[in-house]
């Protein structure tokens, strides 16, 4: 075992990893030799992920599916998270926007700031 992995181990959870930046960190984990549960609401994508990983890494892997903006997945994460030895979490979904600020709407800037937990008021 790993400095890291004896560190870290024995699973990372890395939160918004169906594609980009989670999934690098997600394959990063499981070089380093930790097992990794990956979690986004495009479940597929995340299952092909954790698929991969597990086929190429040789660690074990686990897929979720969850939108971390709602209260109840959340429930459901941490009950489906329970079993498991968690040394290390990588909080990575999230959404923003890249541009001048004015290139976007006001409902853009509300969900980057919001996500979709608060609804804009009607007006
Ligand atoms: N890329 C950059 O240059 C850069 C620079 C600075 C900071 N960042 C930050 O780094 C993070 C990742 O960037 P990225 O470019 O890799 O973004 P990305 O390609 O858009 O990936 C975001 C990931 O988060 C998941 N996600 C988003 N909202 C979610 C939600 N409500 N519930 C569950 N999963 C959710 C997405 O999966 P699903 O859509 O399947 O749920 C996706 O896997 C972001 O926080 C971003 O702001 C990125």
Redesign the pocket.
Known sequence: MTSFAKRYGSWAVV?????????AFARDCARRGLNVAV?????E??RRLADDIASTAGVQTRAMR????SRD?LDHIVADLADLDVGLLIY?????V?GPFWNFDVDTHLKEIL??VVKRPQQ
């Open positions: 939160a918004g990893a169906s594609e980009g930046l989670g999934e979690i986004a609401r495009r479940v994508l995340a969850a939108d971390l903006a997945d990575n979904a999230a959404f923003s890249v996500n979709d």
